[in-house]
């Protein structure tokens, strides 16, 4: 669970995970400002109940930093 205080690019091999989760997203507000929260939770398979896996919180600066990533990495979107 943590605050993306960054974006960087690696280049490394990497391939597609083989699980599927799903991810839910909520608004936060704080005292500096709205934050962007996603939430993952764990796959199907998973033998307990449904519960968060993981949490990002973007800020606004970093929220549009990852539209310019999401921008580059699919260009159609871009229009």
């Keep these: 669970m943590a605050r993306i205080k960054e974006f960087?690019?690696?280049r490394?091999?990497?391939r597609m995970h083989p699980t599927e989760v799903e991810c839910g997203y909520q608004s936060i507000a704080t005292p500096y400002g709205t934050?962007?929260?996603l939430s993952t939770y764990g796959s199907d398979a998973r033998q307990s109940e449904k519960k968060v896996s993981q949490t990002l919180q973007l800020?606004?600066?970093q929220a549009a930093t990852l539209v310019e990533i999401i921008k580059e990495t699919f260009?159609?979107?871009a229009r």
């Design 8 to 10: 960087f690019r690696i």
């Design 12 to 14: 490394q091999s990497a």
């Design 35 to 37: 934050l962007l929260q």
């Design 59 to 61: 800020d606004r600066q």
């Design 75 to 77: 260009p159609d979107l």
